[in-house]
């Protein structure tokens, strides 16, 4: 059973950058996998931030982060994501999620489509 283990996070300048981390355990080895990055602001849903897919290393990404933000996975099935220039708008909580699958790997809907999460670390931008 995959599990993943969030780092990194806390408080950030505004104009700053931030890496986070997800150390995957339980891969199945050869499986594909769908892996991402999601926020939750106070009182939003969960939204997609970028998204992976580990057989193609294909990735997604939100138009709200297009050209700030990069997720990358290494061969472990660790996810990674950097975003630069951020602002007060980032502040949130940060989960990574993954399913096991291939093909498109979506943003939208993660609760219905991630079943295995992270445990969400908080990400502050301050002025």
């Known amino acids: 059973q995959l599990q993943l283990v969030q780092s990194g996070g806390g408080s950030v300048q505004a104009g700053g950058s931030l890496r986070l981390s997800c150390a995957a355990s339980?891969?199945?080895?050869?499986?594909?996998?769908?892996m991402g990055w999601f926020r939750q602001r106070p009182g939003k849903e969960r939204e997609g931030i970028a998204t992976?897919?580990?057989?193609?290393?294909?990735p997604w990404y939100a138009d709200s982060v297009l050209g700030q933000a990069n997720i990358s996975v290494d061969d472990k099935k660790n996810v990674f994501l950097q975003m630069n220039e951020v602002n007060s708008e980032d502040t949130a909580m940060y989960y990574c999620?993954?399913?096991?699958?291939?093909?498109?790997?979506?943003?939208?809907?993660?609760?219905?489509?991630?079943?295995?999460w992270g445990q969400g670390t908080q990400v502050t931008v301050s002025a």
């Open positions: 999620g993954a399913f096991r699958g291939g093909g498109v790997c979506p943003l939208i809907d993660p609760l219905k489509l991630y079943d295995i």
């Open positions: 339980g891969v199945v080895p050869g499986a594909s996998y769908c």
């Open positions: 992976i897919n580990t057989y193609r290393n294909s």
